[in-house]
């Protein structure tokens, strides 16, 4: 089964621009979970979809935004790009959602590098 | 708030020795699940182990097992016969409901 893919895998680009990054998850897996990565901040959770709607949304400005499609994949989306949005984007699967048992399947992550 | 702390941002371990990676976490709900994951060098970050906090028995998976202290929210991952592919980020994350937090990570080195 494949794992988690996530496009592109990197991107550069300018202050003031917009980034839409895509996440497919494994197979018959229903939730996806966009997260950022940074040095100093570590793994911060952005928001998660089940079933093309938004369940759960992290401590993040309205610039970030996401959705999903019918076939469970996903986009986010980062408009006026600052500087301080470079971070490596994490997209994760799981089967279900809501489940503290659930385990998530991560991708290979989006770095965005915002000059 | 929930929190998971890493107290170890670096360490390093002989190879085939046996290191221990420290996570403290700090909830109010009975039922959650604890996980460690590993992140290789520019590779994806991959379950290591988890642990339902309602079981007393620690999670093991080969070669790597965890000591969870329930009372003292404390679940640490020991990694036994280190190997050179053990060299990663490792992050300790607390899961309830639908909510999960990560620690910022402990980056292990494995020496030859």
């Known amino acids: 089964k494949a794992g988690v893919t996530q496009t592109p895998r990197y991107l550069i680009k300018t202050r003031g621009q917009q980034v839409t990054l895509s996440c497919s998850p494994i197979s018959g897996h229903r939730s996806v979970s966009w997260y950022q990565q940074t040095p100093g901040q570590g793994l911060q959770f952005l928001f998660e979809?089940?079933?093309?709607?938004?369940?759960n949304k992290g401590n993040f400005p309205g610039r970030f935004s996401g959705r999903q499609f019918s076939n469970s994949r996903s986009e986010m989306n980062v408009s006026t790009l600052e500087l301080g949005d470079s971070a490596l984007y994490l997209c994760?699967?799981?089967?279900?959602?809501?489940?503290?048992?659930?385990?998530?399947?991560f991708g290979p992550g989006t770095r965005l590098l915002v000059l | 708030a929930q929190t998971v702390t890493q107290s170890q941002p670096e360490m390093s371990v002989q190879e085939a020795e046996t290191v221990t990676l420290s996570c403290t976490y700090d909830?109010?709900?009975?039922?959650?699940?604890l996980f460690w994951y590993k992140q290789p060098p520019s590779r994806q970050m991959i379950l290591v182990i988890r642990?339902?906090?309602?079981?007393?028995q620690n999670a093991t998976e080969n070669r790597f097992s965890v000591n969870f202290q329930k009372a003292a929210k404390s679940f640490s991952l020991k990694i036994s016969d280190s190997q050179l592919g053990d060299a990663a980020m490792y992050f300790c994350a607390c899961k309830r409901d639908d909510k999960i937090i990560f620690g910022k990570g402990t980056r292990l080195h494995i020496l030859p």
């Open positions: 909830t109010s709900e009975s039922d959650y699940y």
């Open positions: 642990q339902e906090a309602y079981k007393q």
């Open positions: 979809y089940f079933s093309e709607t938004q369940r």
């Open positions: 994760a699967s799981s089967l279900t959602s809501g489940g503290a048992e659930e385990t998530q399947y």
